[in-house]
């Protein structure tokens, strides 16, 4: 059972940068995957960007590339999402995913979920 849990969100304003951290505990992430989500007010869960945790290969929603990189630490068992040039859209609550290994990558294929970490983005 893997346990993760974010940390890095804040008020930002547009324009700005922030780094999102997870740590995962508790299990193996060998051959898997992990991945960030973000839910904004009335909206559903989106895909954000995901890294395969062995070859460090990475994919990202096309809104965010260039400005978000995705990275992660072995050693540490840590997951990044460096993020520049926010903007109010980007406001929402970020969550990390985990998932062992596969090729699909929606949601509901990822069994283990941090808390979440809020960010917001003022113009």
């Known amino acids: 059972q893997v346990q993760l849990v974010e940390s890095g969100g804040g008020l930002v304003q547009a324009g700005g940068s922030l780094r999102l951290s997870c740590v995962a505990s508790?299990?193996?992430?060998?051959?898997?995957?992990m991945a960030w989500f973000r839910q904004a007010p009335q909206k559903e869960r989106e895909f954000v960007a995901r890294?395969?945790?062995?070859?460090?290969?990475?994919v990202y929603t096309p809104s965010v590339k260039g400005r978000f990189t995705i990275s992660r630490d072995s050693a540490k068992n840590t997951m990044y999402l460096q993020m520049n040039s926010l903007t109010p859209e980007d406001t929402a609550v970020y969550y990390c995913?985990?998932?062992?290994?596969?090729?699909?990558?929606?949601?509901?294929?990822?069994?283990?979920w941090g808390q979440g970490t809020q960010v917001t983005v003022s113009s």
């Open positions: 508790g299990g193996t992430l060998d051959g898997g995957d």
């Open positions: 995913a985990a998932k062992g290994p596969g090729v699909f990558y929606a949601a509901r294929y990822y069994p283990f």
């Open positions: 890294i395969n945790w062995n070859a460090g290969a990475s």
